[in-house]
């Protein structure tokens, strides 16, 4: 079975300064994809970014973009310039691609990110 | 276009009673699939329908249904509820049910069990 795993409960980052958020996951699957959503009070869940796995070029999303170490599974993102509105809970998720049984997302358990002013 | 839609916003029920959530998917989507939040047990997947047939289920127990209608409307359902089944349940859709497809969340319906 696909475990993803966000091993920060918590972390905090000073208005306008960069943070990484950790994410590994376990998959015995070649082709998948990955996603990074954030979740804030408002508990509406937004995409952030997502990242193919058989594309070796980290993805992007103006202040937001990814490492991904395909080799090692992990998946981390980084938020640059950070904002007060950034403040959320971010959740790692996994994707199996194209399946005729159907197809789910498998979350880590979440980061919370406290932007400090 | 309109997102991901989910009533009711609130709900508090009894235990032993039954409940309906409903969830309309962005237009022109035809993949619902449903989540359940909880502080200890994180976003667990519930099942998913595309075009009105389940495509697949989550480890939970047949108490919790679920239903697609022609119009790509879904509705859950929990009989006999327990305690434990207070959560924020997540509806989600896309186009299609393939891996690639961004998933769209709704807001969510939080479900409290008394």
């Known amino acids: 079975a696909q475990t993803v795993t966000q091993s920060q409960p918590e972390m905090s980052v000073q208005e306008a300064e960069t943070v990484t958020l950790s994410c590994t996951y376990d998959t015995s699957e070649s082709d998948y994809y990955l996603f990074w959503y954030k979740q804030p009070p408002s508990r509406q869940m937004i995409l952030v970014i997502r990242q193919e796995a058989y594309k070796q070029q980290n993805a992007t999303e103006n202040r937001f973009s990814v490492n991904f170490q395909k080799a090692a599974k992990s998946f981390s993102l980084k938020i640059s310039d950070s904002q007060l509105g950034d403040a959320a809970m971010y959740f790692c998720a996994y994707r199996r691609t194209t399946s005729n049984t159907g197809n789910q997302f498998y979350f880590g358990t979440g980061t919370s990110l406290t932007v400090i002013p | 276009k309109a997102g991901v839609t989910q009533t009711p916003r609130y709900l508090i029920k009894t235990r032993g009673q039954q409940v309906t959530l409903s969830c309309s998917p962005i237009s022109g989507h035809r993949s619902v699939s449903w989540y359940q939040q909880t502080p200890g047990q994180g976003l667990q997947f519930l099942f998913e329908y595309f075009s009105e047939t389940q495509r697949n289920k989550g480890n939970f127990p047949g108490r919790f249904s679920g239903r697609q209608f022609s119009n790509s409307r879904s509705e859950m359902n929990v009989s006999t509820l327990e305690l434990g089944d207070s959560a924020l349940y997540l509806c989600?859709?896309?186009?299609?049910?393939?891996?690639?497809?961004?998933?769209?969340f709704g807001p969510g319906t939080r479900l409290l069990v008394l």
């Open positions: 989600a859709s896309s186009f299609q049910n393939l891996g690639r497809e961004t998933q769209y």
